[in-house]
């Protein structure tokens, strides 16, 4: 049996691509490229703060997979910390209704593996 298409993205890693693909005029194929994947991971969200110009890269990409593909995000960050990583009160809103509208969230708690089982002790 075989799967369906998915790619996988630091968020970081994902907004370097973009502004790679913008730089060399090639924006518009990297974003069909990424827009074959029935589903996005995009991974570490929020860990860094985005520019204006990553938010707006990040906003077209979740924008054209609203009610197309399936996002999964990983972040520690709760949704009211959105504005402040992407420097954009009103953009993190609109990506947040995005998001919840057809999505689900699913919150992990309690220790983290790696703690659990890092070769350095505390």
């Known amino acids: 049996a ?7 993205f630091t968020a970081t890693g994902l907004l370097m691509r973009l502004r790679r ?3 060399d005029n090639r924006l518009d194929r990297e974003l069909a490229g990424i827009g074959k994947a029935r ?5 570490e969200f ?7 110009e990553g ?9 054209d997979s609203y009610e197309t593909r399936s996002i999964i995000y990983t972040t520690n960050i709760e949704f009211s910390g959105w504005g402040r990583i992407l420097g954009d009160k009103n953009m993190a809103a609109a ?16 220790h983290s593996y790696r703690s659990q089982h890092a070769l350095m002790t505390k």
């Open 21 to 23: 693909a913008q730089q």
């Open 95 to 110: 990506l947040i209704d995005r998001t919840v509208h057809h999505g689900r969230l699913i919150r992990f708690e309690g």
């Open 46 to 52: 929020g860990y860094l703060p985005i520019d204006e």
């Open 55 to 63: 938010s707006r890269l990040l906003f077209q990409i979740i924008s």
């Open 2 to 8: 075989r799967g369906i298409p998915v790619r996988f």
């Open 39 to 43: 589903l996005l991971i995009i991974d």
